[in-house]
């Protein structure tokens, strides 16, 4: 069985340039039951707080849900950037990489990665500026990502960087401050899951708002009467309200929920095809079995 939580957080990121976001969204469940709760700031969430909250500020025994790819994808050629021989072994390493590359770059930002000489080669940005190794259509996929389509999800690879559904930017700003809570909050699957203690997974909203009864094309909720109704469902008490509610809320708030719904289904800690080397180079999506 596994080990119980007193809180559960979900925070919905962004990759977007600037120094704070509306984007991004924070919600809390507490484990004894009652309505999540949105926790906000007036001007928007710069990424410095959230870091700040999670390095030192976390209630104890806190399962933290945060929504990007904590890792880009390694299985399909044995690498992250297969033909450069200074691709990192491992995602820690790989976290490492991103936050040095990008030193200058203000609010946890990215652009000096993607911009890198090298590195530009295996990204689609925008522009039309593909490079040749991106590999063509999609792009390249995770194991994780791969098995989130099998249930139902839309994924987008990690070095896809355009259109509005994209999770790259996310992806990378996000693998910055990875990197700087190293020592500080484990990262399951890369760090194992501790028997006290708080950690960190990869979300991905969608499953959440499946396991509410909703398809991935309806994943997104725009009204405190759909919310209550996700939140029901998924066993949790209504926030109540009435009228528009920004999705980035929204799905704040039902991912926590669900992981507090979830969290205790033995099988979402133990996937099949999670091996030990997948764990340390791509990680994994907590909710993909």
């Known amino acids: 069985m596994p080990r119980p939580f007193s809180h559960f957080i979900a925070i919905d990121w962004s990759g977007a340039q600037g120094e704070r976001h509306k984007a991004i969204a924070m919600a809390i469940a ?14 928007g969430w710069n990424r410095s707080e959230v870091l700040e909250i ?10 933290v849900g945060l929504d990007l790819g904590i890792a880009l994808p390694f299985a399909d050629h044995g690498a992250y950037f297969p033909g450069w021989d200074a ?35 295996y990204f689609r940005r925008h522009g039309g500026r593909e490079g040749e190794r991106f590999g063509g259509g999609r792009g390249r996929f ?11 999800c ?23 401050l990875l990197n700087r809570l190293r020592g500080h909050l484990p990262v399951w699957p890369i760090d194992p899951l501790p028997q006290t203690g708080s950690v960190l997974v990869e979300i991905y909203t969608s499953l959440a708002a499946i ?28 926030v109540g309200g009435s009228g528009a509610i920004d999705d980035h809320s929204s799905d704040a708030l039902i991912t926590a929920a669900w992981l507090r719904a979830s969290h205790s289904r033995s099988n979402l800690w133990a996937p099949s095809a999670l091996t030990p ?9 907590f909710g993909v079995s």
């Open 54 to 63: 999670l390095r030192n500020d976390l209630p104890p025994d806190t399962l």
């Open 154 to 176: 839309k994924p987008y690879s990690n070095f896809n960087l355009v259109g509005a559904a994209q999770v790259g930017k996310s992806s990378l700003t996000g693998m910055r």
């Open 87 to 121: 691709s990192p072994p491992d995602a820690p390493a790989l976290w490492a990489l991103i936050d040095n590359i990008c030193e200058g770059d203000d609010h946890y930002a990215a652009s000096a990665f993607v911009d890198h000489h090298q590195l530009s080669r």
């Open 211 to 238: 396991a509410a009864g909703r398809s991935a094309s309806r994943s997104k909720i725009r009204s405190h009467e759909e919310l209550d109704a996700a939140l029901i469902a998924l066993g949790s008490e209504a």
């Open 142 to 152: 995770r194991v994780t990502e791969t098995l989130q389509a099998a249930q139902g």
């Open 30 to 43: 507490h484990a004894d039951g009652g309505p999540p709760v949105l926790v906000e700031r007036r001007n």
């Open 277 to 285: 080397h997948i764990a340390q180079t791509e990680g994994w999506t």
